[in-house]
């Protein structure tokens, strides 16, 4: 792809929580013809999230917190989601199996990658690591609800894994990357 894009200019927007970026490029098209396209980027650094489940009882576990993106339009309760975290400083496994313990209360023991897709590639870089967990509740390790000095106030959920899928059906849960979680071990009984 290198040959056929060609940055003209980088302008920098906001650099608050993160850095919003205007790019002008022209980019070479399959047939040839060259156009300037403007883009628009969002960086706020690569993230990742986990479903731990319990196998004997069937049961997993999802935080409900509130999120003012989902609540500016239109959704006015907190969202029911997997428990994610930004990677900061940390690899993807390191950085997860922190926010399962700061937002969940759980030290996962067995904590399995997935896949790490890109969520929204017109205009957000991020990509997010997929993971899945055996947990049970001896794991628990704490009431977990996040770090309050972060602006976090977490509640955490526990619920059966078919009660998590109707949520998705009856519009409860409706954050994209805790429905992928929830239908892929849905689809995967993996850790059963």
Same mark, same amino acid.
């Given at each position: ?22 790019? !002008? ?18 960086? &706020?650094?690569?993230?990742? !999230? ?46 997860? &199996? ?28 991020? &990509? ?65």
């Amino acid at each position: 792809m290198e040959d056929r894009i060609r940055i003209r200019s980088e302008e920098i927007l906001s650099d608050d929580w993160a850095v919003l970026k205007k790019t !002008v490029l022209d980019y070479r098209r399959r047939d040839g013809q060259w156009e300037t396209q403007v883009r628009q980027t969002y960086d &706020r650094g690569d993230g990742a !999230v986990i479903l731990p489940y319990d196998p004997q009882r069937s049961t997993v576990l999802l935080v409900r917190q509130f999120r003012y993106p989902a609540y500016v339009t239109g959704h006015r309760e907190p969202l029911i989601e997997a428990c994610a975290g930004l990677l900061d400083e940390n690899d993807p496994e390191t950085a997860i &199996r922190k926010e399962a313990e700061e937002e969940l209360g759980y030290r996962l023991q067995h904590v399995e990658r997935l896949f790490s897709p890109y969520m929204s590639p017109g205009s957000v870089t991020e &990509r997010l690591w997929f993971f899945v967990a055996r947990y049970s509740p001896a794991d628990r390790i704490s009431a977990g609800g996040g770090a309050p000095e972060e602006g976090e106030d977490i509640e955490v959920l526990e619920m059966p894994l078919d009660e998590a899928l109707a949520g998705i059906a009856d519009g409860r849960i409706v954050d994209a990357k805790t429905i992928i979680l929830i239908q892929y071990l849905k689809l995967n009984p993996i850790l059963a």
